[in-house]
């Protein structure tokens, strides 16, 4: 599986970005797609994820009813939208992927950093 992540920059706190995620290689339907992120000088961080196959997601606690997972299965893509941004959701985001069956994520992109300023 490749992955390629897009769509990070420079916000304002309070605004939004969408992160974007291009994934190929593979038949999807039996992978759940994550993203990551990690700041300076902190713990990598599972944001949140969603399984291909069925739509279900999950949310860490710092973004729930903040950001949105989703997915687009014709066009292969992952989506990571994000409002009401804080300075402390600065971070080099990550599109992670795995399979169901598997309790590690063993594909990664290259990350795109999202910096928020107060």
């Known amino acids: 599986v490749q992955l390629q992540a897009s769509g990070g920059g420079l916000v304002q706190a309070g605004g939004s970005l969408r992160l974007s995620c291009a994934v190929s290689?593979?038949?999807?339907?039996?992978?759940?797609m994550a993203w990551f992120r990690q700041a300076p000088g902190k713990e990598r961080e599972m944001v949140a994820t969603?399984?291909?196959?069925?739509?279900?997601?999950y949310y860490a606690d710092s973004v729930k009813g903040r950001f949105t997972i989703s997915r687009d299965n014709r066009k292969n893509m992952v989506y990571l939208q994000m409002n009401s941004l804080k300075p402390d959701d600065t971070a080099v985001y990550y599109c992670?992927?795995?399979?169901?069956?598997?309790?590690?994520?063993?594909?990664w992109g290259q990350g795109t950093l999202v910096t928020v300023s107060s």
């Open positions: 969603v399984i291909w196959s069925g739509g279900g997601t």
């Open positions: 290689g593979r038949t999807l339907s039996n992978y759940v």
């Open positions: 992670t992927a795995r399979l169901r069956v598997a309790s590690e994520y063993s594909y």
